[in-house]
């Protein structure tokens, strides 16, 4: 007549439905005693009529309050199980009690009052073993203690009617614990059932907050995760990171997705390595990774944490497949110090990583006072650009390409200005990415391509002109058709045009951005690789993408000729583009000193300062052969 423990479900539920019959129960057994007392006040002495039933009543009391106290509470299996045992316990003593308490009665009273007695008994019996039908073991208990205790009384007492009774009852309590058994059978049932359906709703809820790829949180876990974290944070601290891979798109098409995904599993991996137990890493989609830390340390460290996990990621990787290299580029931001609630916390970390990308690609940026002001600049910005007139508003500046071998000028450099009736002039290194960012880069592109074309029909025919495309501008079909059906309207020969693109532009679809080159280049036109060596391009890509020239940043010719580095890095890139049969402008050139060390290691065309800054069109004569001024006039 033991409670089972084998079911730890069971005995929780055993224990929550009859935690709510226990005041019932209680009383039922404390009124009917007392009313079975009051009617033998008169008759039996005061301890069996009045001391016995205050001394149950204040047990049973004592029982009930115990159990009230745990009604909200959540037992353990163990406590679950103490408890019913305990139950099952009591239940024999309080019922033995009970029964010698009513039978003692027994001699004091006449006829109708012993009648009433065995009425308590078994009125109360059944009412009691009905309040434990989550407890058959219990149920069992009383209805023996009841019955045996009944049955053998009442028959030795020799009085028929009182026999009737005992016979009674037994066949009831019988029927009652046969009912019981089947109910509890259905109970258990019940209880399992749900016991499974919860441990698949479980299972479901974990694989939905789950990244299938790497087994990380995905995006919908980080931002629960978040939610709670910043409801715990208080005043401590607890900073966001958002990390992105530079150069994942480019080995996912060059590769394949197998290699892919063994990249990003890897990564995954990395740094999972790299997290403590404050530190949570998510998978937010395609190649971006978020990492939360709570009770973050200062900036310094949180930077150092940053710039570990950049280090890591550069690391190459020796996949199954393939060893590839990649890097990764952080933002990271800080509650309370640089956000006062969830969603800038994590805005503010993606602003940090959209800058890190721009100005230190590989590295951890942290979110600063500087940024909110940047933000309104550029919010400011994106409002005043996207009602700008355009065609008023822009206007063309060209920068003369110059062959140092006759200083003759090869081609101009289209660059875009814009001069804004309320912020006055805005650089493109500014206005550039709003453009992108607010989807008006294509319409940028088409007036400033326009205009630029419009300049060069008047120049002499051997003259070209280099434009350059946004990301955007070759991320579409329908952008470098657009731009094909300018190129073939202007009248302009094709072959004096190079377009130039960025290696992020490469980086974003690589596919995409093949067929646009792909596209351009029959139409006759060049391609070049501009601010060539930032980037992540590998010499396979760039054989890929059949490029016509390479434009070396001008990070490296700034000072070439003191510092070995630079000097060394210029020399392979031109010693690679001359391998690889493409021509070579190198930008930025400032001084003469720089110049003659580029014509000691062979470069041929310059662009920079040195010669000319961008000028308007009406300056551009100047770097032109006299007799081409009068095919301009003409
Ligand atoms: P970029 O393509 O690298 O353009 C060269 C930038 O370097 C120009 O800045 C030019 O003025 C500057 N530069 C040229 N020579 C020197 C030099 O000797 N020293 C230094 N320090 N700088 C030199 P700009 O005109 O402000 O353009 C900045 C960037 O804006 C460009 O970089 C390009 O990425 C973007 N951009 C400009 N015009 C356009 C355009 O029409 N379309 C697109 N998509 N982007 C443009
Ligand atoms: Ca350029």
Redesign the pocket.
């Known amino acids: 007549m033991s409670v089972p423990s084998g079911n730890t479900e069971l005995l929780k539920a055993q224990f929550k439905v009859f935690s709510s019959h226990v005041p019932l129960m209680y009383s039922i057994i404390i009124i009917n005693a007392w009313a079975l007392a009051f009617t033998f006040w008169s008759a039996a002495p005061v301890w069996l009529s009045v001391h016995i039933p205050a001394f149950l009543t204040l047990i049973c009391a004592g029982r009930l309050v115990l159990w009230w106290r745990s009604r909200h509470k959540v037992p353990t299996p163990e406590q679950a199980h103490k408890a019913l045992t305990r139950t099952n316990q009591f239940a024999f003593l309080l019922t033995s009690g009970l029964t010698i308490w009513a039978l003692s009665l027994y001699p004091y009273g006449d006829a109708y009052m012993q009648g009433n007695i065995a009425f308590f008994l078994a009125i109360t019996g059944l009412g009691v073993i009905i309040c434990f039908q989550p407890l058959p073991s219990t149920a069992f208990i009383v209805a023996i203690v009841l019955n045996t205790a009944f049955v053998s009384y009442f028959s030795l007492a020799g009085i028929t009617a009182f026999v009737g009774m005992a016979l009674n009852l037994l066949l009831v309590s019988i029927g009652l614990l046969l009912m019981l058994m089947v109910q509890f059978r259905h109970f258990s049932g019940a209880v399992s059932a749900q016991t499974k359906l919860e441990a698949a709703n479980r299972e479901n809820a974990r694989l939905a907050n789950l990244d299938s790829l790497t087994g990380l949180a995905n995006r919908r876990q980080f931002f629960t995760q978040l939610d709670t974290l910043f409801s715990e944070a208080g005043s401590r601290r607890l900073a966001v990171g958002v990390i992105d891979l530079d150069g994942f798109k480019p080995i996912n098409d060059l590769y394949g997705h197998k290699v892919g995904d063994a990249l990003l599993r890897e990564v995954g991996q990395r740094l999972s390595d790299l997290a403590d137990s404050k530190t949570f890493i998510s998978r937010l989609g395609g190649d971006e990774f978020a990492l939360t830390v709570a009770d973050c340390p200062d900036d310094a460290r949180l930077l150092s944490l940053g710039e570990q996990i950049c280090a890591a990621l550069r690391t190459p990787f020796v996949l199954q497949d393939a060893t590839v290299q990649i890097s990764g580029s952080i933002g990271l931001s800080v509650y309370p110090q640089q956000a006062t609630d969830v969603q800038q916390l994590y805005e503010r970390a993606d602003y940090a990583l959209y800058q890190s990308k721009r100005t230190n690609r590989g590295h951890a940026l942290l979110f600063s006072t500087e940024h909110v002001l940047a933000i309104e600049e550029n919010h400011r910005l994106e409002q005043v650009l996207s009602k700008a007139d355009l065609e008023t508003e822009l206007a063309?500046?060209f920068?003369p390409i110059i062959d140092i071998r006759n200083q003759k000028t090869m081609a101009f450099?289209?660059?875009?200005r814009w001069s804004s009736p309320v912020l006055g002039r805005v650089?493109?290194?500014d206005f550039?990415p709003v453009a992108e960012r607010i989807g008006l880069?294509s319409e940028?592109?088409c007036v400033?391509l326009k205009k630029a074309l419009a300049a060069a029909c008047h120049w002499p025919e051997d003259v070209g002109l280099s434009?350059?495309?946004?990301t955007h501008?070759i991320s579409s079909s329908d952008g470098v058709a657009t731009i094909a059906g300018i190129i073939l309207s202007s009248g302009i020969d094709p072959r004096r045009i190079d377009f130039?693109i960025?290696e992020t532009a490469m980086m974003y679809d690589f596919k995409q951005a093949k067929a646009s080159i792909e596209t351009i280049k029959r139409l006759g036109c060049g391609i070049a690789l501009?601010?060539f060596g930032t980037g992540y391009s590998s010499l396979s890509q760039l054989h890929a993408l059949s490029l016509t020239k390479i434009k070396i940043d001008?990070s490296f010719v700034s000072g070439l000729h003191e510092n070995p580095a630079s000097y060394k890095i210029v020399k392979s890139l031109l010693a690679l583009s001359s391998d690889m049969g493409l021509g070579c402008v190198i930008?930025?050139?400032?001084t003469r000193e720089e110049l003659d060390a580029l014509e000691k290691l062979g470069g041929i065309l310059v662009?920079?300062?040195?010669y000319s800054?961008?000028v308007p069109e009406t300056e551009i004569a100047r770097f032109l052969p006299a007799d081409s001024q009068i095919r301009k006039a003409g």
């Open positions: 063309v500046f920068q450099e289209a660059l875009a650089s493109p290194d550039i880069i940028l592109t400033l434009f350059s495309l946004s501008d130039e960025t501009d601010d001008r930008e930025g050139v400032e662009q920079g300062y040195f800054p961008p």
